[in-house]
């Protein structure tokens, strides 16, 4: 057998290796992994990071396609290092990816590294465990819906309006909040393969003011929805403005060809788990939060 080609990637040219790598996952095996190619360009789209050119870690086979990365990405006050490998992978080359991640980073100047880590992956947890690395907190709660189970489009309340980003017009991206530091994510999001903008929606109220949001992504190559991010904001909760926001997104996603929806929660958001598991999300797994240092 042939041993894969370690190889580095930055930039956009990680963005497409790693969208490639995912897709082959999901295509290999419906649950494995956990991620999916959007949650990994919804990172890439949020604003620039540190580490956007930073040499990325990848495996190559033979033919030219990547077989397993190691994916540092900055998120301000931490920096997550995420391994993704086939659904094949043996436990000693899930510890070798693991390894040369850490070294990679470490040499590249990060000290400290953070991941989730699905609580039934015992091959992952030894391997970050032997490095020292330890269970700093819960992670999140993943959570599933069939197409054919999508719930009816709840009501939407008077004096609001459902809008997509195709409608916008010249109003501001809804996810742009200078008070709370967000850029505008428009751009980066338009850089990303899986990017919709019918699929980007907004509920305004009547002077046109964001009070919800929710963005829908649909891969067309596995038939695979994500929903990333959902907020209601602070002046516009109990309402059920995210009742309607997400049945709507869910009605599309469907309607563009979406098989199966993925959508997680933090274990202690209470509201979160009422209103998913209440339009037909079925949890499917829970993360631990993995952190710690990347020299040995």
Partial sequence: ?????????????????????????????????????????????????ITDELDQLFWF?????????????????????DPFLLPDATPEWTAHVMQRGLEHANQSGIETVCLEVDQTDDALRSALLERGLVVEEEGFVECWLQAEARP????????????????????????????????????????????RPDLDLVIYDHADRVAAYGLFWHNPTTAVGVVEPMRTEDDHQQRGLARHLLTAGIDRLVQAGATRIKICFEPSNEAARGLYLSVGFEPARQNDLFAGPTGS
């Fill in 152 to 195: 009816a489009i709840s009501a939407l309340q008077a004096g609001y309006r459902l809008a997509d980003r195709d409608a916008a017009g010249d109003l501001r991206h809804h996810m742009a909040n200078q008070a709370r530091g967000h850029m505008d994510p428009e751009p980066r999001l338009r850089q990303t393969s899986l990017y």
């Fill in 61 to 81: 086979d033979d033919e030219g396609r990547p077989e397993a990365a190691v994916i540092a990405t900055d998120f301000g006050d931490a920096t997550q290092l």
């Fill in 1 to 49: 057998m042939v041993r894969p080609i370690e190889q580095f990637r930055s930039g956009s040219g990680y963005l497409e290796a790693v969208t490639t790598l995912l897709n082959r996952v999901r295509a290999a095996d419906p649950t494995a992994g956990l991620y999916e190619t959007a949650e990994v360009q919804w990172w890439w789209a949020q604003n620039p990071r």
